[in-house]
C-alpha cells in the first residue's frame, strides 16, 4: 500500500523544502500497462517527474498508486540532504522482493542520486534496477520500455517494430518540453499551481553544493519552448506557474559565451546596440539573429505574462549577483509577477562568503536587498543559510546573526552544513564545526526568524489581500497571497482554483487567516456571497 500523496505540486511553499510525493490511484483507468512514481525533493525534481509522467502516458502508460498493479516503477531521488538519500536507498531497497516476485517489471531511478551518469558503485549496488536516468532525462526509460516491447513481439515483425522505434526515437521530444500534472489529480481537479523548469544545471559551482556535479552545466530552456509549456499548463487547469532554475537569474547566460562559465561575472544589463543607449532598444530589432542569444530572465518573464488564462507567475532561486535592477524593474511592472523574491545570502560573514565561493560581501548583498525594496516596495525577501559551514567560528555565526536582525526577511530558509560526497568543500575543507554547535546555531536562527516572520505577518492584521486558493486543508480553503504567504480561508463557497479577496483576521509566523470577501478572478462567473434579507417589524418600531 503507498503512500497517499502529500500535496499537490501548487502546494509546494518553498524551493529546498525535501517532500515525498506518491500517486493517488486512478479508479477509472483502462490502461494495460501502469506506472508509479515516487518523488522526493525540491519543485525541480517534482517538475521532472510531471515530464517523465507525460512521456509514459505518450507511449500508453496510465498512473496508479497501487504497486502491485505498476509494470514500472520509477524513482525520482534527491542528496541533496543526507535524509532525502536514506529515504531514496530505503525504498530502492523496499522494491527489491517487488522485482523478484515478476522479473519483467521496470523499475527506474532517476534524480540526482544518478547524476549526469550514474557511478560504477551504483550500477554495482542495485543491479536489480533497469534503468539509470539522469536529472531532467526520461529517454533512457522510454528507449528501454520501447526495446522490452519490441523484443515481445513476433519474430515476422521485428524489424517492422525497430524501425517504428527508431522513428519514435528521433521526434520524440526531450524531457522539458511538455508536462502532465494528470497524475497529481486523479482524485479530483489539476493542480492550480505548478513549477517549470527554465535552467537545468548549474555553472556557478559554490564549494558545498553538488548540484553541478549532479544536474551538470547550466543550459537555458528555449523561450518558445517554456511559453508553450506554460500554455499546456494552463489549458490544463493551471493558474500560477513557478520559473525554476538552481541561479534562475542566469537564464539565458548560457548563449552569450563566456558569461556561461562558472567564473562570477557581471550581470546581464540588457544588450545595447551600436548607437543606442537604451539597455531594451533590442525589442524593436527582433529580426535579428542576435537577439536570441540577447534574452535573460526579463525577457522570459514579459513573454509568459503575455499567456491569457495565467494569473500569477514566480520565479527561483535567485544568485545576489545576477538580480539586475532589470529584472527588478520587470516584476515591478508586470501585473502578474508577484512581489516574491528568493535569493539566499548563505552566511554573513565575508571570509565564510569567500570559502563557499559566493561571489559577493556582507556590504554587497545589504545593498542588494535595499535596492529590491526601494524598486518593489510590497516585496517579500526569503533567503537560505547554512550554519557550521567549515571553518565558522563563533564570531562568523554572530555577523550572520546580525544580518538576519537588520534585514528582517520574510522567511529563512535554514540548514546545518553536511559535506555531499564529491562537493569542494568535502574534498579540500575540514567539516570542524561540532554537530552540537550546529545545532545550537540552528536553533537560535530558528527562534529569532519566527520572531520577525510573526512582526512582519502581524502587518497585515484587518488588511484585505489577494489570494490564489489553491486546496482545502482541515476544512479550511488554503492559498498564497501575492507575497506567497499562506492564508486560510473558512468558507463554505467552491473557493478551488479562485482569485479572492481576503481580509486577515488572524496572523503567525508562518501564516494567516482571514475572511472571504470577494471573488476577483478574471472569469466570468464569479462566486458572490448568498444574499441575506431580512424581516423588520415596523409595528414593533
Known sequence: MSERMLRSVGALGDAHETVTYELTTDKTSTAARKYHIWTIGCQMNVADSNHVAAELEKIGYGPTDRLDEADVVVLNTCVVRQSAEDKAIGKLGSLKPWKRAKPDRTIALMGCMVGVKPSPQLLESYPYVDVFMPPSEATPLVNFLRQAEI??????????????????????????????????ALSGEAPVA???????????????????????????????????????????????????????????????????????????????????SDVNAFTSHQSR????????????????????????????????????????????????????????????????????????????????????????????????????????????????????????????HLARYSPRPGTVSERRMVDDVPEAEKVRRHKLLEMLQEQISAEINQRFLGEIVEVLVEDKHKGKWRGRNRQNKLVFIESDLPLRGRLVEAQITWTGPWSMQGRFVRDVSPLPDRIALPRQSFTINLAAA
Open 289 to 412: 539573429s542576435t537577439v536570441y542569444n540577447s534574452y535573460d530572465l526579463a525577457d522570459l518573464l514579459r513573454a509568459v505574462h503575455e499567456i491569457d488564462g495565467l494569473w500569477r507567475i514566480r520565479f527561483l532561486t535567485s544568485h545576489p549577483n545576477y538580480m539586475t535592477d532589470r529584472i527588478l524593474e520587470t516584476v515591478r511592472d508586470l501585473p502578474k509577477v508577484c512581489p516574491h523574491i528568493e535569493v539566499p545570502i548563505q552566511a554573513g560573514d565575508d571570509e565564510v562568503l569567500e570559502r563557499m565561493k559566493r561571489g559577493y560581501t556582507n556590504a554587497e548583498y545589504r545593498a542588494l536587498i535595499e535596492r529590491i525594496r526601494s524598486i518593489v516596495p510590497d516585496v517579500a525577501i526569503n533567503t537560505d543559510i547554512i550554519v557550521g559551514f567549515c571553518g565558522e567560528t563563533d564570531e562568523q555565526f554572530e555577523r550572520t546573526v546580525e544580518i538576519v536582525r537588520d534585514l528582517k526577511f520574510d522567511k529563512v
Open 151 to 184: 523484443d515481445a513481439e513476433m519474430a515476422e515483425i521485428e524489424r517492422q517494430q525497430l524501425a517504428q522505434r527508431y522513428q519514435l526515437q528521433d521526434e520524440a521530444q526531450p524531457i522539458g518540453t511538455v508536462q502532465s500534472i494528470k497524475h497529481l
Open 194 to 276: 505548478a513549477h517549470v523548469p527554465i535552467v537545468y544545471g548549474c555553472s556557478h559551482a559554490c564549494t558545498f553544493c553538488i548540484i553541478p556535479f549532479r544536474r551538470g552545466i547550466e543550459r537555458s530552456r528555449p523561450v518558445q519552448e517554456i511559453v508553450n509549456e506554460v500554455r499546456g499548463l494552463v489549458a490544463q487547469g493551471v493558474r500560477e506557474v513557478t520559473l525554476l532554475g538552481q541561479i534562475v537569474d542566469r537564464y539565458g547566460y548560457d548563449w552569450r559565451g563566456e558569461l556561461g562559465n562558472s567564473a562570477t561575472v557581471k550581470a546581464f544589463q540588457g544588450l545595447v546596440w551600436e548607437g543606442e
